[in-house]
């Protein structure tokens, strides 16, 4: 059984080193730099703990469309207003919390900022301490907003230098793209009714799903071929 042994498509031993190596770095210093501004009056944390998430997203799978900048940066401010409202507007508070949660979902899919941890960071805002909900609607920029824009600022900064695409860009050139589809035969509509008969959603985007499987017919062919 593969139950308790999830593969990540593609990671190598190296890959999850600097991954956790980013990621100790990034929330470090993202801590560092916000302990420096005038964020934690009162009971404000200095960094909010769904940050912890999106340091796993945005250094172990830069490329997955939920650890892309709009993603950590939208998702996890409009989760946390979400999240104040919810608390606000809902005396009951088991109520607020998943109301929270479900309408973040909803609005991060329709603005297209799905960031898993925007969920944790609305549940933040209803379950938070005095602290969070003294500050209000402000919580959702300070320390939630500030704290995702340095963590994204320091994912570009050590991706550049660890030589990964964040945000990311699919490797192959829209030129060469088109013309290795030409080539393995199909067509995006082709992936795209794909998808559309599989009742699950899949972590990659469109254009790095087109990138792959044309690659991998190429190799195909290949292969028949010798």
Known sequence: MNLFKPLLAGARPIDRMIAGLGAAIGISLTILVCSQLPLHAGDLPII??????????????????????????GGNILSSLIGVAAYQLIPDMMVAAGVAVGVAIIL???????????????????IGSQGIHD????????????????????GLFFHRL????????????????????????????????????????FDI????????????EIHAQARRAD
């Open 48 to 73: 909010v703990a769904p940050l912890g998430a999106s340091a796993v997203l945005i250094f172990a799978v830069p490329a997955s469309p939920l650890a892309q900048p709009w993603s950590v940066v």
């Open 108 to 126: 991060m899919s329709l603005l297209r900022c799905l960031h898993p941890p925007g969920g944790a960071a609305a549940l933040t805002a209803v």
């Open 135 to 154: 500050a209000g609607y402000a919580f959702a920029f300070a320390p939630v907003g500030i704290n995702s824009i340095a963590l994204v600022s320091l």
């Open 162 to 201: 660890s030589g990964h695409s964040y945000p990311h860009q699919p490797v192959a050139p829209p030129v060469i793209a088109d013309k290795m589809r030409a080539e393995a035969g199909f067509h995006l509509e082709d992936i795209d009714k794909a998808l559309a008969e599989l009742p699950d959603n």
């Open 205 to 216: 985007s469109r254009a790095d799903l087109d990138l792959l499987l044309s690659r991998a």
